[in-house]
């Protein structure tokens, strides 16, 4: 069973920065991507930045610029770093990612961030 833990999150002031780490419970070698979506109340849970196993980035538009993915595959995490944080970032951010066999998707239990004005 995989495990995904994040860690990172909480109350910043808008225009300032967080940076949000995911913990994985075996390599991340053993998943073709990783990533981290968010879901705000009353919205769907989106896309905000994956990481390829080839180390292939990808960002929503709305986070181009600002957030960077970014991972360390001997301590098998993978990191967001926050910058310029708006109150439209205000979410439960959840980790991702995809088994390269089984093409399974595990998911971290979400944390919190709040940006405020």
């Known amino acids: 069973q995989v495990q995904l833990v994040e860690s990172g999150g909480g109350l910043v002031q808008a225009g300032g920065s967080l940076r949000l780490s995911c913990s994985a419970s075996r390599s991340i070698f053993t998943f073709s991507t990783m990533g981290w979506y968010r879901q705000a109340p009353g919205k769907q849970r989106e896309l905000v930045a994956t990481?390829?196993?080839?180390?292939?980035?990808n960002y929503a538009d709305s986070v181009k610029g600002r957030f960077t993915i970014s991972r360390d595959t001997v301590k098998n995490m993978v990191d967001l770093q926050m910058n310029s944080l708006k109150l439209d970032d205000t979410a439960v951010y959840y980790c991702?990612?995809?088994?390269?066999?089984?093409?399974?998707?595990?998911w971290g239990q979400g944390i919190q961030v709040t940006v405020s004005s």
């Open positions: 990481i390829s196993l080839g180390g292939r980035t």
């Open positions: 991702e990612a995809t088994d390269y066999v089984s093409v399974r998707d595990y």
